[in-house]
């Protein structure tokens, strides 16, 4: 049963960067079934895919963030992490880190609880 | 930034059968398979429905889904106060190379 856990700041001022890690327990960040992926929700509103990263490098993320955001990995930690550089009051949201099982169709079978950032002036 | 579109809301009394539409387009629901998520209040999503039809281990076979064309369906047979959530649709979209997610729809159990 894999577990995830956000951690980081839930205050953030407008024009620095958001940062976030997710440690994953239950599983490896090194698996080859996985892509670990962030994802967030403003309050009252709905999903919104922020990107993922499978362990080998390879990275994808929702151009609306417009090149805002980084994801890594570290595997000795087995611990990934989300950077969004120029935060805006567009970015207040509870963030997920989640990870979507690599099937032919992926799809997000595990979850963290989330964490709420507010990003304020 | 929702590109699925979901009804807002819906609403039925307890054993009643509701069901929820997701309208996409040829980008994502028609040329890729729909999963669909139950959010309850102050929760992360939880897995309700993969690849179309399937249930994980645990949902019970009272939530079904179905996929026609560029649309999805999710129904709720022998609605429960349980089931009162917020529940989203999901596909991949190609053009994105990523999933995009519906607008979600609140289930009200009367």
């Known amino acids: 049963q894999v577990q995830l856990q956000e951690s980081g700041p839930g205050l953030v001022k407008p024009s620095q960067t958001l940062s976030l890690t997710c440690t994953v327990s239950?599983?490896?960040?090194?698996?080859?079934?996985?892509?670990w992926s962030w994802i967030r929700q403003p309050p009252g509103k709905g999903l919104e895919w922020i990107g993922y990263m499978y362990y080998t490098g390879s990275v994808y993320y929702n151009p609306s963030l417009k090149s805002r955001g980084s994801i890594s990995i570290d595997t000795s930690k087995n611990e990934f992490s989300l950077k969004l550089t120029s935060a805006t009051a567009a970015d207040t949201a509870v963030y997920y880190c989640?990870?979507?099982?690599?099937?032919?169709?992926?799809?997000?079978?595990?979850w963290g609880q989330g964490t709420l950032v507010t990003v304020y002036s | 930034q929702s590109v699925l579109t979901q009804p807002p809301s819906t609403s039925g009394t307890p054993g009643q059968r509701v069901a929820i539409l997701c309208s996409g387009s040829s980008s994502n629901i028609g040329s890729n398979v729909v999963n669909w998520y139950q959010q309850l209040p102050g929760t992360a999503p939880k897995l309700l429905i993969y690849?179309?039809?399937q249930r994980p281990s645990g949902v019970p076979d009272r939530f079904s889904g179905s996929k026609s064309g560029t649309s999805a369906s999710l129904a709720i047979s022998g609605l429960q106060s349980d089931d009162e959530a917020d529940y989203y649709c999901a596909a991949w979209d190609d053009g994105l190379n990523g999933p995009v997610f519906g607008t979600g729809t609140k289930v009200t159990v009367l």
């Open positions: 690849t179309n039809n």
């Open positions: 989640a990870r979507a099982y690599r099937d032919i169709h992926p799809y997000f079978d595990y």
């Open positions: 239950g599983g490896s960040v090194s698996s080859g079934d996985s892509y």
